[in-house]
């Protein structure tokens, strides 16, 4: 399955200069089964995302911290990349269902699960919803460029 780039939410554009601060925030990446669930770029908040993943088999409402997040120098001069480790997921218990996209929110509220966190970023991670079945895992791999960069 083919997995699109990152997109920004318009207003996380804005939250960059002030609100997130892409070297010390804690950002967590949530899976959606639906791509309707998350794909309005207009949207700022958590609370306006739908159709998260249920709760269960080795999946939470908060989501999954990223780690290894760096906001470093990129490739050219006056480039700057965010990026992070690889996160996965593997199906105990049961199956994980539907997976359609996934999301990364910036932890600005008083916990993984606030409403008022801020999103960052988006993807599609297939064109067709897909299941992790009980005993198997998925492996979101950043891009080697970054999630994003910025000039």
């Known amino acids: 399955m083919a997995a699109q780039a990152w997109k920004f939410y318009n207003k996380a554009k804005k939250y960059i200069s002030g609100t ?3 070297s010390s925030a804690t950002f967590d990446l949530h899976l959606y089964q639906t791509t309707t669930g998350f794909v ?10 739908a159709s998260q ?4 088999n080795n999946y ?3 989501g999954k911290p990223l780690t290894s997040v760096t906001w470093s120098d990129g490739v050219s001069a006056g ?7 690889a996160l996965t997921w593997t199906a105990t218990g049961g199956s994980i269902t539907p ?8 932890r600005t509220g008083a916990s993984a699960k606030d409403g008022t966190n801020k999103l960052l970023c988006f993807a599609s991670l297939t064109s067709t919803a897909f299941t992790v079945s009980i005993g198997n895992t ?5 891009n080697a460029s970054g999630i994003f960069t910025l000039t």
Request: hydrophobic residues 55%; charged residues 10%; positive net charge.
């Open 20 to 22: 997130i601060n892409l």
């Open 79 to 85: 480039q700057k990349k965010f990026t992070s480790a």
């Open 53 to 56: 993943v249920v709760s269960a």
């Open 40 to 49: 309005t770029v207009t949207w700022s908040t958590a609370s306006q995302l």
């Open 99 to 106: 997976i359609k996209g996934a999301v990364i929110i910036a």
């Open 138 to 142: 998925l492996t979101i791999t950043m």
């Open 60 to 62: 939470t409402l908060a």
